[in-house]
Structure formats: structure tokens, C-alpha cells
Nanobody, 123 residues
Framework: QVQLGESGGGLVQPGGSLRLSCAAS????????MGWYRQAPGNQRELVAS???????NYADSVRGRFTISIDNAKNTAYLQMNSLKPEDTAVYYC?????????????????WGQGTQVTVSS
């Protein structure tokens, strides 16, 4: 079974930093894209950052210059370095990946979600 395992969330003071990790496991042949969405209470889920197979990155305007997404293809793991954190960054962060996988003995390109990790920025 293909799974996305998330880690790195927690409580941090404004101006602090956190590093999120998302590790894809299972029968994975290709990584097309990986990234994070976040959802705060009462808000819609929004894209935070993503990176595609060619290394192109995309950031929400609210995090550009503060967050950096990267990927280690050998480990099938993406990282989101979050610096200069603000209270408005508080949300559940969900890893998302578009992967080429083997499921039911057939290769397919599918969209996967992690379980989410809580990030709280508060003094």
C-alpha cells in the first residue's frame, strides 16, 4: 500500500521555525509532484507549496520568501522548511503527492494525501 507519512508539526513561537517531512512509501515508480496544503478552522484548504518532477516550485503568496520546499528523490521524501512563522500560519498541514505507483498489479498515476500534522504558532 502506498502511504504518505507526515512529521515535524508542533507548537512554536512567532518568528520561530519548523521543518515538515513527508515520506512516501510503497510501490512507487515516479514522483510527479509533492507538496503541502493547509487548513485552518473555518477556512478552506489552500495550497502552501509544491514541487514537481523537474524541480519547479510553487508557493502561496503568503509564504513566499519564508517557506522553502525541497525533495530527496532517493528517499521519496519532501521537506518544507518554515521560517519566520506567524500566528496566521497556524493550521493542519496535509502532505499531497501525485505518484506513479503499482496498485492491484497495475501501474497508475494517482493523487495521495497524508494524515495531516498540526502547526501552531503562538506566544
Amino acid at each position: 500500500q502506498v502511504q504518505l507519512g507526515e512529521s515535524g508539526g508542533g507548537l512554536v513561537q512567532p518568528g520561530g521555525s519548523l521543518r515538515l517531512s513527508c515520506a512516501a512509501s510503497g510501490s512507487i515508480f515516479t514522483i510527479n509532484t509533492m507538496g503541502w496544503y493547509r487548513q485552518a478552522p473555518g477556512n478552506q484548504r489552500e495550497l502552501v507549496a509544491s514541487i514537481n518532477s523537474s524541480g519547479r516550485t510553487n508557493y502561496a503568496d503568503s509564504v513566499r520568501g519564508r517557506f522553502t520546499i525541497s525533495i530527496d528523490n532517493a528517499k521519496n521524501t519532501a521537506y518544507l522548511q518554515m521560517n519566520s512563522l506567524k500566528p496566521e500560519d497556524t493550521a493542519v498541514y496535509y502532505c499531497n503527492a501525485v505518484l506513479g505507483t503499482v496498485e492491484d498489479r497495475r501501474r497508475a498515476v494517482r493523487n495521495y494525501w497524508g494524515q495531516g500534522t498540526q502547526v501552531t504558532v503562538s506566544s
